[in-house]
């Protein structure tokens, strides 16, 4: 069965998921966590200059889990320093979780990552309250908890809608449509009022248009066509699974699908999600 998703993709590529069909009746809130505000002040090395290798350890392609990792590791040495704590530093910080957050195998290491890419949103949230990347890997982040942790889930899902329609409303186009992608899958997967903030119609809606903000990005072919699967059983109109099944294959399964350059790693697994999604129409 496909897993449960929010698709959260960022630049990178990355997909958040959450748990959204069960909601357990203690529910907690997003941590609003911020790094120290007092810092180490000075460090014995160049915390400004560690940060930006961290950034260019994540950019160099193709990424690798190794090398993110790095990343990962620089940015929590550098950012320990209050030199360090750029707008700029701390949301690429975040970023680098959550990609981390999104393609480790272990989910111990993925709540972790989750929890240290808020607390890096939270603190460039502070110096920025505005910042439309923060404010993006911020919900990207609060969905990998609630996928890790299902008493976050509510408050996820809350973070989520609020941040996207916000950005929507700005029309701020992040990882490709990433705004438009994030909200539209959460909204055909979530269940609808007055349980949660599901709708096939809408979320199909805000799905084409993330595809028209980025159209040869396979992710966007990938999530439109779950959204056209449902679509066709809700409507009794078969010819939009048959879309869904054609789109699959041009973007993501036939011998001609390339990965956009420098995204094989995660063009291997959008496909594994086109092959989980094929599977489950049975």
């Known amino acids: ?54 950034e260019n350890a994540f950019n160099e392609t193709p990424r690798t889990l190794e090398r993110v990792r790095i990343s990962a590791s620089m940015y929590a040495k550098a950012l320990n320093v209050e030199e360090a704590r750029s ?10 979780a959550a990609w981390l957050a999104e393609y480790s195998p272990d989910d111990v290491e993925r709540e972790r990552l989750a929890r240290d890419g808020l607390t890096y949103a939270n603190t460039a949230l502070k110096k920025n309250a505005e910042g439309q990347e ?7 982040l609060a969905g990998f908890l609630g996928d890790l942790d ?14 996207m329609n916000k950005l929507i409303e700005q029309d701020y186009d992040i990882a490709r449509g990433g705004p438009w992608r994030v909200y539209g899958t959460l909204q055909i997967r979530a269940p609808g ?3 949660s903030i599901g709708s096939l119609r809408n979320g199909k809606k805000n799905l084409e248009k993330a595809l028209e903000k980025g159209p040869d990005w ?11 699967f449902l679509w066709a059983t809700d409507k009794d109109k078969p010819e939009f699974a048959q879309q869904a099944q054609d789109r699959l294959d041009k973007w993501l399964l036939n011998d ?19 092959r989980e999604l094929l599977n489950a129409q049975g």
């Open 256 to 274: 001609d699908a390339k990965a956009p350059a420098g995204y094989d790693f995660e063009f291997e697994h959008w496909q594994q999600l086109a």
């Open 1 to 54: 069965m496909v897993r449960q998703r929010i698709a959260i993709s960022a630049i990178v590529g990355a997909v958040a998921c959450i748990s959204l069909l069960v909601f357990p009746p203690g529910c907690k809130q997003v941590p609003d966590t911020t790094l120290n505000n007092t810092g180490n002040g000075t460090a014995e090395f160049d915390a400004p200059g560690m940060a930006e290798d961290a």
């Open 193 to 195: 009022p007055p349980v």
């Open 87 to 96: 707008y700029k530093h701390l949301w690429k910080a975040a970023r680098t």
């Open 134 to 140: 923060a404010l993006f890997y911020h919900a990207v």
């Open 150 to 163: 299902n008493s976050y889930g509510l408050d996820a899902v809350d973070k989520i809608e609020e941040s």
């Open 218 to 228: 396979p992710e966007n072919h990938l999530y439109l066509a779950e959204a056209e």
